[in-house]
């Protein structure tokens, strides 16, 4: 079972480690917790400890949006590693116990990001690192050679949120809500995928509504070119050679880390999508209700149309958005397939009668 106590909760464990000659203070909170958590996701704590560990961790660079973190991935690429603010961590502890809940609850099933670990360092004359760790949405298996090569960070407004062409000269690589929209994008899952996307979204969003969370998004990247033959034989080659355990695929991982297309009578198409709801530490406070007062009062802006908006407001806007715009309508029906028509019965015509039957018509 996954129960715990409420006190597994607050739990934060300190030592002081010292690494050539520099002593820092490290804290790791809920390590019960998130032992719980990353066993119900199938990660054993050696593995864990060895991809974090073994090997430095590459990246450190500032993400593509606007909250300034700093991102770093393990060296296997399975995880990645993100700097909190002062408040994100204060709040991620007081939800902590539903959220574990709700995870080891739902774990197959859910978008929501999945947090292996929440730790701080405090090293002396540097500022004060407040980290989370999450799994890595678009890491394939091992062998594996699928390229994404479209991504999109999915808010559901229009209302600033388009990637220009100099952006993307200049390097920004994660596109927005515009730019999926133009590029006439779906997530197209088929008749079987589809609807539970749907609802499974619908889930997701409501927890996230009950927790006054907003500003999170629907991160998707998209392969367009289907993994060869060859990738796959390499990819259980290399699981081997890496000596892994048989990592936890969800439903939305069931194809080379994510979900092949289909066509609503369930034709597969070449693309493969990956998706996932990130970012979701950011609670409605203070700060955010001054920002919304301050730009609907003052610059008279659209206040449905305000990021910072009530956490029910922006859920339900995300929804809509995801529900008209990016996910695939599996409400509709399948274009029905052509057939070659007879040239005695040409399109709207009706064959002639029989000459006996015109006599006595």
């Avoid at 399975?78 to 809940?101: C, G, W």
């Avoid at 690192?129 to 949405?137: C, K």
């Avoid at 194809?255 to 970012?279: A, C, K, N, Q, V």
């Amino acid at each position: 079972g996954y129960d715990l106590p409420s006190s597994a909760f607050k739990q934060v464990r300190k030592s002081t480690l010292n690494l050539n000659g520099t002593k820092f203070e490290f804290e790791d909170y809920a390590p019960t917790a998130f032992w719980h958590i990353r066993r119900r996701f199938n990660i054993d704590s050696r593995r864990f400890l060895e991809s974090m560990c073994a090997e430095p961790l590459t990246g450190g660079e500032i993400g593509e949006g606007k909250s300034g973190m700093l991102f770093f991935f393990s060296w296997d690429k399975d995880y990645i590693s993100k700097t909190l603010t002062a408040m994100e961590l204060p709040f991620f502890q007081r939800i902590l116990e539903e959220y574990y809940t709700y995870m080891t609850c739902n774990a197959d099933e859910t978008l929501l990001p999945r947090f292996f670990g929440l730790y701080k360092i405090r090293i002396p004359g540097r500022p004060t690192y407040r980290i989370v760790v999450m799994n890595n949405l678009f890491q394939v298996p091992v062998g594996v050679k699928l390229k994404i090569s479209e991504m999109y960070d999915l808010k559901g407004s229009l209302r600033n949120r388009f990637v220009t062409d100099d952006e993307k000269a200049a390097g920004v690589s994660v596109l927005k809500d515009v730019n999926f929209v133009l590029a006439g994008r779906r997530i197209m899952l088929g008749p079987d995928y589809g609807p539970k996307l749907y609802k499974q979204l619908q889930a997701d969003t409501e927890w996230l509504k009950t927790h006054m969370i907003m500003d999170y998004s629907l991160l998707v990247g998209i392969a367009m070119e289907p993994a060869t033959e060859e990738a796959v034989v390499a990819a259980a080659e290399g699981e081997e050679e890496h000596h892994r355990e048989e990592p936890f695929f969800s439903m939305w991982q069931q194809e080379m880390g994510g979900l092949t297309s289909r066509e609503l009578d369930g034709t597969i198409r070449s693309e493969t999508y990956f998706f996932g709801i990130i970012d979701i530490l950011q609670e409605y406070n203070m700060k955010k209700k001054l920002e919304h007062a301050y730009k609907a009062q003052i610059l008279r802006k659209d206040p449905t149309k305000i990021s910072a908006v009530n956490p029910v407001v922006y859920g339900d806007r995300f929804f809509d958005f995801m529900t008209k715009q990016v996910l695939q309508d599996f409400r509709a029906k399948p274009k029905a397939k052509k057939t070659p028509r007879s040239k005695k019965s040409p399109r709207n015509k009706s064959p002639k009668p029989p000459a006996e039957a015109s006599a006595w018509g």
